[in-house]
């Protein structure tokens, strides 16, 4: 069983509908939470990050974490065609020190927002 | 500014040849990865360095071989290529600031098909 597991769906939804991607995971030393995006035939870029349980917003972007779960979110709201990409989440043990930012990713999910 | 630059973008090898993925970053970042993706995988880890003259063994190292002789340059070798390694390969690279990791930055990709 993999550390971090995510469905890789693919997803397609209305533009202007609100999405939302979900990874659970096993490890319970994962502190550093992050979703990555990444368009077609391109490096995944960092979209949001947080260290603990809790929400944390930006924009039309939502992260959302439940440790006690082990269970993250990511929400898109008025979702747009650019939003079409594949989302990945990603996880590191330790927020410094002796991870060097060592990064444990789910399987990625597929997005597409159409008109 | 460039960021993280691999190359080559695109590679064919016949199983048994060896060749070296060359990542460059220009944002003197300590760390580097060398990352490689799969559908319904994600990314894993295969190497990693935290230094200039450093290197670590990630999640799936067997096959692969790395280098980090200078700071800004991070190889990846095949010494003898595989149909199974036939991937994405991504280099990527991050620092810490005051203990605290940060964001890893992704080059655009390398795709490796070994015949």
């Known amino acids: 069983q993999k550390e971090v597991e995510q469905d890789p769906g693919p997803l397609s939804v209305p533009e202007g509908a609100i999405v939302s991607l979900n990874c659970t995971y096993s490890?319970?030393?994962?502190?550093?939470f992050m979703w990555y995006r990444q368009y077609s035939r391109k490096g995944p870029e960092l979209l949001m990050y947080?260290?603990?349980?809790g929400n944390k917003e930006d924009g039309r972007f939502t992260a959302q974490v439940d440790k006690s779960s082990k269970y993250i979110s990511l929400f898109i709201r008025d979702s747009q065609p650019s939003d079409s990409a594949t989302y990945l989440c990603?996880?590191?043990?330790?927020?410094?020190?002796?991870?060097?930012?060592?990064?444990?990713f789910g399987q990625g999910t597929i997005l597409t927002v159409h008109p | 500014n460039a960021g993280v630059t691999q190359t080559p973008k695109f590679r064919v090898l016949k199983t048994g040849q060896s060749m070296t993925l060359l990542c460059a970053q220009d944002m003197n970042h300590e760390y580097m990865y060398w990352y490689r993706q799969d559908p319904g995988m994600g990314l894993r880890l295969i190497h990693y360095?935290?230094?200039?003259?450093?290197?670590a063994k990630g999640e799936v190292p067997d096959g692969y071989n790395v280098s980090r002789l200078k700071k800004q340059n991070f190889l990846l070798g095949l010494e003898s290529a595989a149909p199974s390694q036939t991937s994405v390969y991504f280099c990527a690279s991050s620092y810490s600031i005051e203990g605290l990791n940060t964001e890893a930055f992704f080059g655009q990709g390398t795709r490796l098909t070994v015949v």
């Open positions: 990603a996880m590191s043990t330790n927020a410094g020190g002796t991870s060097y930012g060592k990064l444990t």
């Open positions: 490890n319970s030393a994962f502190q550093y």
């Open positions: 947080t260290y603990s349980s």
């Open positions: 360095s935290v230094g200039e003259g450093t290197t």
